[in-house]
């Protein structure tokens, strides 16, 4: 091993790195509980948390791919990979499979793979290209430019429908831009204007997402309807009391009264069998996942590492956020996953390429000075 090898490899990111590894295998535990159904001759499981396991792995790997190459490189690939995945959106209504009242994948031999996914990692590193060519705060100029770059993918997004995609394209973006600095009368102008396109965010939205705003604000006018999620979901959560019903022994989920129980609402299914000390367990661990990805935001020695590290922070703090306070019912239903947790293969796959870049970014600070 070359001294350079050798100096990469002791600038790895362990903590980071240890803490994803735990995540995912505390979801695939959970999706084995998540897939199970009470018979009576026993407990059956779907292959959900199998296909999970794959996906894992092969999320590895990608993340072992991203680590290879100095992640500078992705400076030139930003406005390919904007045009691949604009593409790939585009194709999505013509090609793309159905699952749910929803056109959001496109078949690949015998997986699919959802573009808007991709769409995240791209503008990640397209809005870290942009941002990091300039330390000053944004002016208006600036700032519309970088918001482009959420906007445009959203548009192909939001028509899927995927309202919870679009939402966390466009925050995490806007975390980013935050963090850089905006120049006060440009702060100033977007919280005047956010309040002022609530109207119109409304009016644009469908019916059934209107529907959940309003079982959201009070999900008993419609318990057998669009309040049935959330009401299930605080079921199941109360119901694990202070240390839970233990693994494999939840009633909500196992006799399936808890909808979308491995994908959307699978916090539930844990919080069901682990109880309120089980859910901290896991918030404290996702605290420090996004701790770790903070330090190496701080530690990066040029302003193009940080500012994807801080894309990357803001993509999963968004996520956790939403998630979480939508399971407990302190957010509306958007369709927002848990990262690790959740089942999804193209999310599984994202999620570890942006702790792939992480990592590399971690290795890579010793190289240079910004």
Not at 275 to 281: L, N, P, Q, S, T
Request: charged share 10%; glycine share 12%.
């Amino acid at each position: 091993m070359s001294l350079l090898d050798r100096r990469l490899f002791t600038h790895i990111n362990w903590a980071l790195l240890g803490c994803a590894l735990l995540l995912l295998l505390t979801g695939v535990g959970n999706l084995y509980s998540a897939s199970g159904m009470r018979l009576e001759d026993g407990i059956t499981h779907s292959s959900f948390y199998q296909r999970q396991m794959i996906w894992g792995l092969m999320g590895l790997a990608v993340m072992l791919l991203t680590v290879t190459f100095d992640y500078r490189q992705l400076r030139n690939l930003a406005w390919p990979l904007l045009l691949v995945t604009l593409a790939l959106l585009a194709m999505v209504p013509v090609i793309g499979v159905t699952v749910g009242g929803a056109k959001r994948w496109l078949p690949l031999g015998v997986v699919n793979f959802q573009p808007s996914e991709l769409a995240k990692l791209t503008v990640i590193i397209l809005g870290a290209r942009l941002l990091s060519r300039d330390g000053r705060p944004l002016g208006w100029g600036e700032f519309f430019r970088v918001l482009l770059v959420g906007l445009i993918p959203a548009a192909f997004i939001i028509t899927q429908p995927d309202l919870g995609t679009t939402l966390n394209l466009l925050l995490l973006l806007g975390g980013m831009m935050l963090f850089h600095g905006l120049k006060p009368g440009v702060l100033k102008g977007c919280f005047v204007a956010l309040p002022c396109m609530l109207p119109l965010i409304w009016f644009g939205m469908k019916d059934y997402q209107k529907l959940r705003v309003l079982t959201f604000l009070d999900p008993s006018s419609a318990p057998r309807g669009a309040g049935y999620h959330i009401i299930q979901s605080q079921i199941a959560i109360g119901s694990g009391q202070t240390w839970g019903k233990g693994f494999l022994e939840g009633t909500q989920s196992q006799l399936r009264f808890l909808p979308e129980k491995h994908t959307d609402f699978a916090m539930a299914v844990y919080g069901e069998e682990w109880g309120f000390v089980g859910c901290m367990a896991l918030l404290i661990l996702f605290c420090l996942f996004l701790l770790t990805i903070f330090n190496t935001v701080v530690e990066a020695k040029d302003r193009f590492g940080s500012m994807l590290a801080v894309g990357v922070f803001f993509y999963f703090f968004w996520q956790i956020l939403i998630n979480m306070g939508m399971v407990i019912g302190l957010m509306p239903v958007v369709g927002i996953p848990l990262p690790f947790i959740s089942y999804g293969g193209s999310a599984t796959l994202i999620n570890f390429a942006l702790v792939g870049i992480v990592l590399n970014v971690s290795m890579r600070r010793f190289m240079f000075k910004g």
